[in-house]
């Protein structure tokens, strides 16, 4: 039925444009005025995507600091589906998907961390997460959370002011959601649409609806959204890197894992290659296929009721959104890691008969990787079932009382609250003991795997585990606010505009952890290998993925009925299972002061105006986590708090050197507070599935940098900009991560912090399994550098028909930024960004009449994996590869009630993936070879109708 309506809806938008706009061109042209008459005065009214462009560049133009906006045409009309998709068009923006649904989540400001950037609604300060995030505990705000048409503008500060809310080390980004009075008139607009995903052959409906309304003094708005999504991904993984048999069987290991192939087993054959050969050749610590499909929903709800006269304007303001995501995820392949014989005796393939021995096989002399047929291989067949949830509530009293033509006093109290859930089981049995033959061909996303045992026998799997945990992560936040703005004269025709203000804002952020994998284990072992043999089934959970020709395409796996039936997270996650090492509450609560002002005058004929301004903060933290103690090392209840304070400078300016040519310039302090998870968590391991943990440190202090912006900015002509901007950040006290190798049973963590994989068939994770440990410290002073371009023009200039065209495009440039050194086993530094390099935005667009088209490429460049910030000792640096996405629309307005809109995203189906470097140069760069978690997430096609009455 979907299929059927979107192979109707667009032959039916291209009729009516193609009809339409030849109607157009055969109606009478109006008559010529008579001799003599006075020609009557010609009105061009802007209105689409080049409607909120201009309305965007006149914000801009008449701020003093860096300051961006993106504007919604009319209310509830945003220009792109997905806020953190439009913040991508700004310089310096780039954008973090989510890695389930392929929608923009977070952002990154001008390269530095998310949690680097503060997001207020309304001006107060918010906090959300979602899906991956859900127990991270990082600060930030996931965009994900809201449907983009509950947002009327977005305005984005690069350049501290003083009346800006501190923390946003990068910049400030302020959603401003609409109100009745932004168009006083009543309006009822629409949005249908049908979107197709062409990887999981699947369509879901999307709506939008919003009343708005004013009679007299009073207005009231309320506004309803709801979208569907179902995203399938694929691809490979490595899940950890590379290593070889050379470098894994040292101690401390070499690199991410330990491995040590099997030479002594009657079978070895090392063809013509050397001993030495093969141990230096690099094998993934997993090889192995991935699939996904990620159903979403969500829901959103806006309202606004307003009061305003000329001299007071008061207004009730409410959001609220609620984010579901309901995830199937299933992966099949060789373990290569952590395998060594040391008992010939064990079971083939199992501990302590696990090492893979070569039988015949190849070494690539390009990329060094090891292949061909090894036997006494392990195969795991896994899937993990997750469900998470985000309800997000927001409700503000805002009001403006202008007490004289002169003074104003402006307050707001307002409340929000985030909760998030996310739960999930994962399940997996293995095959021993096996000859197995890998090859990458040409494609390292989809390689090629066989064998000499069957896939779908179930009977040839054992050595099931299962794993499943439950997080729950909470943001609640309160904000008091009360502002006054004086307009004053200054001698010399100057003026000024005064604004101080008190700021008090509290917020709690909590982290719940419960891992039932123990009882969940308990519950296995009772079933035994027959019992959950009879829990498989041969046909896999999720269809419509590409797998290639040379990989299996049915294997035994697990449905998610079955496995929650067996193992229901919720039933075996109790409040029993909570665990303490993970868990904390942290509350900040910041009282702040500023003041500021404007000031404005010529000097030498040319306008300049300028604001100087300063804030002052004081923070109070209190922390509530458990820590062991005693003989026993239990965890009790610990509480920690602490006190600082912060004053911070800006100055920003702004001189008309031309009628359309403006330089600025902004130099101010800000700071950012160090992420919740490494401040209040002690030791922990974020992934289960990796044999990497994080310690805390409470005693970290907040961040401070010293920002220097200065930029040209030539507004040719209307609607139109060429800009240059240099950016300097200057950070000291800076969070840097240390990284050293340890073993679990040095970290004093239970066996159920680690997953099933590392788990032997008691649920006992081996003490002396190699482990990575991440702390972190003030570091001394760092430099964050480099430049933007930006570049805007509606193509008015041109002859019809060709007029209607425009573009947009912007550069940002970043200067090599790495919190350590990454040093060669040979001694030589090599340079490494922890941020890409460089990221730029293209849009081209077409609107004339009532046909408009977009399309726009965004690309960010490689940047250093935060796994991997130094040398492991195998000279690999693990880099997220570099990646562009490409989306377009069409639409055709049939008349002031009706459009039609094509909407088609990640038109270039890009490939997302990690990939280790040989920092060496010896076997190529690994872009193509050594790839480590590599997707595709498939194009998205929405048609529908939108309008208004």
Excluded: C
């Excluded at 490595?238 to 087993?265: C, E, H, I, W």
């Excluded at 990620?294 to 307003?306: A, I, K, M, P, Y």
């Excluded at 709690?508 to 043999?533: D, P, Q, S, Y």
């Amino acid at each position: 039925m979907h299929k059927k309506l979107l192979a109707t809806l667009l032959p039916l938008a291209l009729a009516a444009a193609y009809g339409n706009d030849a109607a157009a061109q055969q109606a009478a042209a109006p008559a010529a005025p008579a001799e003599g008459a006075a020609a009557e005065p010609t009105t061009v009214v802007v209105t689409g995507f080049r409607s909120s462009l201009q309305k965007a560049l006149n914000l801009k133009q008449q701020a003093i600091g860096v300051r961006d906006s993106i504007v919604a045409e009319d209310i509830g009309k945003f220009p792109e589906a997905n806020i953190a998709e439009s913040l991508q068009r700004v310089p310096g923006i780039i954008l973090n998907r989510d890695e389930s649904s392929a929608e923009g989540q977070r952002i990154s400001i001008r390269g530095l961390p998310t949690e680097y950037s503060v997001t207020t609604l309304n001006g107060a300060p918010v906090n959300t997460t979602s899906t991956s995030t859900i127990g991270s505990a990082a600060r930030g705000f996931n965009y994900d959370v809201f449907a983009s048409e509950l947002f009327g503008r977005v305005d984005f500060y690069k350049s501290p002011l003083a009346e800006l809310s501190e923390g946003g080390l990068g910049g400030v980004v302020d959603l401003q959601t609409p109100r009745p009075f932004d168009n006083p008139k009543r309006t009822i607009r629409y949005a249908v649409s049908e979107a197709y995903n062409t990887m999981s052959k699947n369509a879901d409906p999307m709506g939008f609806a919003l009343y708005s309304n004013t009679w007299g003094h009073w207005g009231f708005l309320a506004g309803v959204s709801h979208s569907a999504s179902t995203n399938n991904r694929s691809g490979f993984e490595a899940t950890g890197g590379y290593n070889s048999s050379a470098r894994g069987s040292q101690s401390p290991v070499k690199g991410n894992f330990a491995m040590q192939l099997d030479y002594d087993d009657p079978r070895a054959n090392l063809g013509g290659y050397t001993r030495s050969q093969i141990d230096n050749a690099l094998l993934p610590r997993i090889y192995r296929f991935y699939g996904s499909a990620n159903e979403r929903t969500r829901d959103g709800l806006v309202s606004s009721l307003q009061y305003k006269t000329a001299d007071l304007n008061l207004s009730l303001d409410v959001l609220g959104s609620k984010l579901t995501n309901h995830r199937d995820e299933m992966y099949m392949g060789l373990l290569i890691r952590n395998s060594k014989t040391t008992n010939r005796a064990a079971p083939a393939g199992q501990n302590g008969h696990n090492g893979l021995v070569p039988l015949n096989v190849h070494i690539d002399p390009d990329s060094n990787l090891l292949t061909g047929t090894f036997g006494n291989t392990s195969y795991s067949s896994g899937v993990t079932y997750s469900e998470d949830e985000t309800k997000f509530g927001y409700a503000a009293l805002n009001g403006r009382w202008a007490a004289t033509s002169k003074l104003a006093l402006t307050g707001q109290l307002s409340a929000n609250n985030s909760n998030a859930l996310t739960y999930q089981d994962t399940l997996s049995g293995q095959i021993f003991g096996v000859d197995s033959t890998i090859d990458y061909g040409s494609d390292h996303v989809y390689p090629s795997l066989s064998s000499t045992s069957s896939y779908t026998d179930l009977n040839n799997y054992q050595g099931f585990g299962v794993g499943t945990t439950w997080t729950r992560e909470t943001d609640k936040g309160k904000q008091g606010r009360l502002v006054a703005d004086w307009d004053y004269d200054l001698p010399g025709d100057w003026t000024g505009h005064l604004k101080a203000g008190v700021v008090y804002v509290e917020t709690t952020k909590g982290i719940a952890k419960r891992n039932g994998t123990a009882a969940a284990t308990a519950k296995l072992n009772g079933l035994g290998n027959a019992g959950m043999r009879g829990l498989m089934t041969t046909s896999l959970p999720v269809d419509n993925l590409d797998m290639g020709a040379g990989w299996p395409h049915a294997w035994g796996t697990f449905t998610r009925g079955a496995t929650y039936s067996a193992f229901d997270p919720l039933a075996y996650n109790t409040e029993a299972t909570f665990t303490p090492a993970q868990s904390f509450s942290a509350t900040e609560k910041v009282s702040t002061g500023f003041i500021q002002s404007d000031f404005k005058g010529e000097v030498a004929g040319h306008e300049l105006r300028f604001n100087a301004g300063v804030r002052y903060s004081r923070t109070e933290t209190g922390i509530d986590n458990f820590k062991q103690q005693g003989a026993s090392l239990a965890y009790a209840a610990n509480h920690e708090q602490g006190t600082y304070s912060n004053v911070l400078p800006a100055f920003s300016a702004a001189l008309d050197l031309t009628e359309n040519l403006m330089w600025r310039a902004s130099w101010g302090k800000t700071v950012s507070r160090a992420s919740l998870s490494i401040i209040a968590a002690q030791t922990v391991i974020p992934n289960p599935f990796d044999n990497s943990a994080t310690a805390g440190n409470a005693s970290l202090k907040p961040q401070q940098s010293k920002n220097l912006d200065t930029s040209l900015e030539w507004y040719f002509q209307p609607g139109s900009l060429l800009s240059a901007a240099v950016f300097r950040k200057k950070l000291t006290d800076a969070t840097v991560a240390n990284t050293t190798n340890t073993t679990f049973g040095a970290l004093g963590l239970p066996d159920t912090a680690l997953g099933a994989i590392f788990q032997d068939a008691n649920g006992h994770v081996d003490p002396n399994l190699p482990m990575t440990l991440r702390s972190y410290t003030n570091a001394g002073e760092q430099t964050l550098k480099g430049y933007e371009l930006a570049y805007q023009q509606a193509f008015t200039f041109l002859p019809e028909p060709f007029k209607g065209f425009g573009a947009l495009a912007s550069y940002t440039h970043i200067d090599p930024f790495n919190s350590a050194k990454w040093i060669t086993n040979a001694g030589k530094e090599i340079e490494v960004n922890s941020v890409p390099k460089y990221a730029y935005s293209t849009t081209a667009y077409y609107e004339r009449g009532p046909l408009a088209l977009r399309m726009s490429y965004n690309y960010k460049g490689r940047s250093l994996h935060s796994d991997n910030p130094r040398n492991l000792g195998d000279d690999l640096i693990r880099w997220h590869a570099g990646r562009g996405y490409l989306d377009a629309n069409a639409s055709y307005k049939i008349n002031e009630q009706l459009e039609l809109r094509i909407d088609a995203m990640n038109l270039s189906n890009t490939l997302a993936y990690d990939y280790f470097e040989d920092a060496s140069g010896q076997y190529g760069s690994g872009k193509k070879t050594r790839m480590d978690y590599a997707k595709y997430d498939g194009r998205t096609i929405k048609v529908g109708l939108r309008g208004k009455f």
